[in-house]
C-alpha cells in the first residue's frame, strides 16, 4: 500500500467510502433521502478532500451548511468515522492518510458539536 499522493487516490477513497455508506443499513436511508445523483455529490467530495489534504484548490462551500438539518446523531457520526477509516485502512498508509483520519475527526466533532448546538438552539425559540 502507498499514501495518498494526488486526485487518482482521492477519488479511490472517496468512491470505496461511499460505496460502503450507500450499503450502511445506518447510514445509507440517510443519504438517499438527500442524494438523488451521486456524480455531483462525489465530484464535490473529490475537490474537498483534493483541497484538505493535498492543498489543491477547487472546493468552494459551506459543507456545514449542507449537514445541518438532517436527523443524525451520535451514532451517524460514529458509523461514518468507523467507515471512512476503514476505507483508509484497506487503501492507504502514510501521513497523508493519517492525516485524513485526523481530519475527518475533527470535522465529525466539529459538525456534531454544531449540530447538537443549533438543534438546542431551536428547541428553545
Known amino acids: 500500500m ?10 479511490i477513497l472517496v468512491d470505496r467510502f461511499y460505496e460502503k455508506v450507500r450499503r450502511d ?20 467530495m473529490y475537490r474537498f478532500w483534493n483541497a484538505a489534504l493535498l492543498g489543491v484548490r477547487g472546493y468552494v462551500g459551506n459543507p456545514f451548511s449542507k449537514h445541518a438539518t438532517l436527523a443524525i446523531d451520535g451514532r451517524h457520526f460514529d ?14 498508509v502514510g501521513p497523508v492518510a493519517d492525516d485524513a483520519k485526523t481530519r475527518s475527526m475533527i470535522m465529525a466533532h466539529t459538525f456534531y458539536q454544531r449540530m447538537h448546538e443549533h438543534n438546542v438552539g431551536e428547541s428553545s425559540v
Open 25 to 44: 443499513e445506518l447510514l445509507a436511508p440517510v443519504f438517499a433521502s438527500r442524494i438523488n445523483d451521486w456524480q455531483p455529490h462525489l465530484q464535490t
Open 2 to 11: 502507498k499514501d495518498i499522493e494526488g486526485i487518482a487516490d482521492i477519488k
Open 79 to 92: 458509523q461514518w468515522i468507523r467507515l471512512f477509516y476503514e476505507t483508509i485502512d484497506e487503501h492507504f
